[in-house]
């Protein structure tokens, strides 16, 4: 059983496309998060919801929305893309926000051409 | 927000071979985890210490809170340990996000 779960794992697709990825966790935790991965390893909080509540709302471009329908899924939904936006996305969760320890999905390669 | 800092960014070894990687940061944290990205992309949660120190095999971690630091010891390496790895620390007070450091490359030759 995997713990935090992203689909898809690999997305190609067209500048201007929307897309969505879908993250679930089967851990029971209150927090979920979105980190991005750029082309240099860096990795980059942009979104947290806790208890289907957003807590942390980093500097993102309006085109990406966050969506909690319970605490165990957050998905992630990118309008209009663009070629900056390739990069790895990864979907983690911890029972409490930043206080206990936050296990990651295996994130979704976004390739935008 | 709080900085984070790893040393050394590249580090190449021989398997058989001892390594420390550092982690310095610039405030208080209520937490702090060592990551694993393996060569196929997969973030391994390898420590989760936000102070004193902890061992899984050939792997150990210190945190010292109060100075600001963590190390991870890798002790008689392998192949398998090559990769990037990450410290993450969450800052003290109501901040709910792990900050990663830009991590150190790992490469285990044998």
């Known amino acids: 059983d995997t713990a935090v779960s992203q689909t898809p794992k690999y997305l190609v697709t067209q500048m201007g496309n929307d897309k969505s990825i879908k993250c679930e966790q089967n851990l029971g935790h209150d927090t979920m998060y979105w980190y991005k991965q750029d082309s240099k390893k860096f990795l980059k909080i942009m979104f947290s919801?806790?208890?289907?509540?957003?807590?942390i709302n980093e500097t993102v471009p309006n085109r990406f929305s966050p969506k909690s329908p319970d605490k165990a899924h957050l998905n992630l939904h990118i309008n209009s893309l663009e070629l900056g936006d390739s990069a790895v996305y990864f979907c983690?969760?911890?029972?409490?926000?930043?206080?206990?320890?936050?296990?990651f999905g295996q994130g979704t390669r976004l390739t935008v051409v | 927000g709080i900085q984070v800092e790893q040393s050394p960014p590249d580090l190449i070894l021989q398997e058989g071979a001892n390594s420390t990687l550092r982690c310095n940061f610039s405030d208080s944290v209520n937490n702090l985890q060592w990551f694993h990205q393996n060569p196929w992309g997969q973030l391994i949660n390898l420590f989760y210490i936000p102070s004193g120190t902890k061992q899984n095999g050939r792997l150990s971690a210190t945190t010292v809170a109060t100075e600001r630091y963590s190390l991870l010891y890798i002790s008689s390496s392998q192949t398998t340990d090559s990769g990037v790895y990450f410290c993450a620390p969450t800052g003290g007070g109501s901040n709910y996000k792990l900050t990663f450091g830009k991590g150190t490359l790992l490469t285990v030759n044998p």
């Open positions: 983690a969760s911890s029972q409490v926000a930043g206080k206990t320890e936050a296990f």
């Open positions: 919801y806790n208890n289907k509540e957003l807590i």
